[in-house]
């Protein structure tokens, strides 16, 4: 599995030159990737099935516990037959329907995703699930804005960063949360034995943030129909198979462990039910096919969340078979809307007349694919719909929000499949050139899997299965077209007629939502909002003072770690004042320098009695038996003395020509100084006397000086040796900084001889 993921990324490399050189084969060589992953998790599934899941682990951190671990279980394997099995087929239709241009960009890009993607369904530690979780949103924002040559595009892909971005920072709080309260960091282990307490329902919380934006649920949805603005090929891959996805994978991975909380549950029926019918109004209003697969797919996405969020087993079932079915018929039609708009140079409904007489063969099988999104027998969509609809006879309420969010699916499949191949009177048929094989075939092939796959369940039961084998089982159910007359498929006919009127009705009254009823105004307020807030921070704070600078830098040092210092107060170790007398002078000295810093009127008095206040440091440094510590703050301060004596004969000699009195600012500036002062003292006591060991890392470093280093001074290997990189880049950022002070010295130099010429 690493391998495969390493050769998502080197392939991806190599493809903007053989863009380069031979144009659309680069395509063909972006399927490669994914084509191998696919079948090497088709290969492992015996094992997977058997119920031990291939695990792969590498350690980048071991000291910490970091490693990148990968697991292949049911559920992932079922993902990674959508991610990279329809990855493969959008890859070959990419490679007839992009233009000329942007080919090595799009094709790279397309293959890091379907890297990321396979990364992030095979994760077993939460922070390789967070790595890969951002590469997935960095690479949709770069293919929804493309060159960002239009500003929808530009708006667009910003929008869905921003929605994502913000989830996935949540959710990494939540992961962490989560790991820190079960004592391990292994998603498996997690699941497996889940913690308990405020702290995991806070985690939780958090979690299903980053699952709700990402899979584009009330109130994140808005981003996912924006981001049409991306190519058709991208749309069906990242916005239909998989990217949209990870959010329903993130539910189905971690419910059962944690289904049974409140907290969990209790979000994810309430805002799936809401954005599946949510979505599929406003799927009807849509004339634009691929915005009316936008909102389909948020509707279809809220479905899919409430199925695998009520942790009971036959959901799980219906959950995972309409994960897989919902991936099929998607991406198929996604890719016929693509097929459409490149021969017709449309996608308006309005526009669109007679493409199901003229291209029968290509229509019959959108047909196929639009049926079982819309739960018609005999499909896979029928199969999953009625599995939901069983799991959710003993919750009455859900499953009546269920049946009319269900009826609103069969309605917009009816509107897409009239609207895009019927023929409408005073409308022109469309003339236009067929579909040829490549642009078909990746319609096809998903389309007939789901009429296949609904005949012969048994090819997938196995891995739903195993999936659901992780709740608890009531009793068995099985995956099958005929279970009798039963109330499912009772309900199924009523969705099936109910849709047929709610068409019927919306077609003859296509009224508008109102304009405050939209979230995409909520969102645009929310960013407004988060403008003028920042606006106003930024005024304040970045003021061009620098002791504004300072007191806000002390104060957040004081806040933030005071706050955590205040929650587990103990009290003070008990400590002696002194360790040798020469300490007491030498602190006096530091003290009565420090208050005649604050009393000076003259600027050069100022500075000297600082410069006292670093040679006692210095000299304190020595007592304690830091030679080396004090050298370096004798020659830093001797320096600084320098430097300040040159600025300071061009400056005035005293700070103000008369004493001030200590206005209210100057208290506030008093108050905060001895606040920060104290806080440091405390801290510096606190950490100094309740250390029970050395950490182990400080152990090593001891261990490894003499050995490693040849040095008896530790401080000395670490500065030279072991942490050599690092002193070399702050000696890089003084050499910087003394070349721009150097810079600025000459140039005002020469700006004062032209002056005087």
């Known amino acids: 599995m690493l391998i495969l993921i390493a050769a998502h990324f080197l392939v991806a490399a190599l493809l903007p030159a053989v863009a380069a050189r031979w144009g659309r084969a680069a395509f063909v060589v972006a399927t490669l990737p994914p084509a191998a992953a696919l079948v090497t998790a088709v290969s492992w599934s015996a094992t997977v099935l058997n119920g031990a899941p291939p695990t792969e682990s590498l350690s980048w951190a071991p000291t910490i516990g970091l490693d990148l671990t990968l697991r292949l279980d049911p559920l992932a394997l079922l ?20 233009p000329p241009e942007g080919i090595g960009r799009h094709s790279a890009l397309l293959v890091v995703f379907a890297g990321s993607m396979f990364g992030l369904v095979t994760a077993d530690d939460v922070f390789s699930l967070y790595v890969f979780w951002e590469f997935t949103t960095v690479c949709s924002f770069l293919l929804v804005g493309g060159l960002g040559l239009t500003r929808a595009a530009r708006r667009s892909a910003t929008q869905a960063l921003l929605v994502t971005g913000f989830g996935g920072l949540a959710m990494l709080l939540g992961l962490i949360l989560l790991g820190t309260a079960a004592g391990t960091f292994r998603i498996s282990a997690i699941v497996a034995y889940p913690p308990s307490g405020a702290v995991v329902e806070v985690a939780v919380v958090l979690l299903l943030v980053g699952a709700l934006t990402k899979s584009a649920q ?74 009316l697969l936008a909102f389909g797919t948020v509707s279809q996405l809220g479905f899919l969340i409430v199925l695998l969020g009520v942790g009971e087993h036959v959901a799980a079932v219906a959950g995972a078979t309409m994960v897989l079915a919902h991936g099929l018929f998607k991406s198929a039609l996604f890719l016929a809307v693509g097929v459409i708009d490149k021969r017709t140079g449309t996608r308006d409904v309005r526009e669109l007349s007679g493409l199901g007489a003229r291209w029968p063969a290509f229509t019959g099988f959108v047909v196929l694919a639009a049926a079982s999104m819309a739960g018609a027998p005999p499909l ?227 500075v000297l009695v600082t410069g006292v206040i670093g040679y006692g440091i210095a000299a304190l440094f020595l007592v304690d038996g830091g030679p080396d510590l004090a050298l370096a703050q004798f020659l830093v301060e001797s320096l600084t003395l320098v430097v300040f004596v040159f600025v300071l004969r061009r400056m005035p000699t005293r700070f103000t020509e008369e004493r001030r009195p200590l206005t209210e600012g100057r208290w506030v500036k008093a108050v905060v100084a001895c606040v920060a002062g104290t806080f440091v003292a405390v801290l510096a006591v606190l950490f100094s006397a309740n250390r029970d060991g050395l950490p182990e890392a400080s152990v090593e470093y001891i261990q490894r000086a003499k050995e490693d280093a040849g040095a008896s001074n530790v401080v000395n290997a670490i500065i030279v040796d072991f942490r050599a990189f690092d002193t070399v880049g702050e000696i890089a950022v003084l050499a910087v900084a003394a070349t721009g002070a150097a810079s600025l010295i000459l140039a005002s130099q020469r700006a004062r001889r032209k002056a005087d010429r």
């Open 218 to 291: 009330v109130p994140f949805h808005p981003w996912l129909p924006a981001a049409m603005v991306a190519p058709t090929p991208v749309s069906a891959y990242l916005h239909a198979a998989a990217m949209v996805k990870a959010g329903v994978y993130l539910v189905a991975r971690f419910a059962p462990g944690f289904a049974d909380l409140p907290a969990w549950w209790i979000p994810l029926v309430v805002l799936g039910s809401w954005t599946m019918v949510l979505g599929g109004v406003r799927a009807l209003r849509e004339h634009d096919l691929k915005k």
């Open 380 to 606: 896979l969509g029928f199969v999953g719909k009625e599995a939901a609809f069983e799991a959710l006879l003993g919750e009455p309420f859900v499953l009546a929000v269920l049946v009319l969010g269900s009826a609103l699916t069969v309605a917009y499949s009816l509107r897409f499949l009239i609207g895009a191949f019927g023929s409408k009177p005073g409308v022109s048929l469309v003339d236009s050139e067929k579909p040829g094989a490549v642009l078909a075939g990746p319609v096809v092939i998903p389309a007939l899997a789901g009429l296949v796959l609904a005949f012969a369940p048994g090819v997938v039961e196995p891995v739903i299965a195993g999936y659901a084998s992780a709740y608890p089982v009531a009793e068995p159910y099985g995956l099958a077209l005929w279970h009798g007359f039963t109330v499912p498929l009772l309900l199924s006919a009523v969705v099936l007629g109910g849709g047929y009127l709610v068409h019927r009705f919306a077609t003859g009254h296509p009224g508008r939502l109102p304009e405050a009823l939209h979230a995409q105004t909520g969102y645009d307020r929310v960013v407004m909002a988060l403008d003028s807030v920042a606006r106003g921070v930024t005024g304040r704070l970045q003021a061009g003072s620098v002791p504004v600078y300072l007191g806000v830098i002390l104060v957040v040092a004081v806040v933030v770690p005071g706050a955590g210092l205040l929650a587990g107060l103990t009290p003070l170790p008990r400590t002696q004042w002194f360790d040798s007398w020469l300490q007491v002078p030498l602190a006096v000295a530091v003290l009565v320098a420090a208050g005649l810093a604050v009393l000076a009127r003259r600027r050069l008095t100022a």
């Open 79 to 98: 993902m990674i037959v959508l991610v990279s099995g329809v990855g493969a087929l959008v890859f070959v239709y990419y490679a007839a329907y992009t």
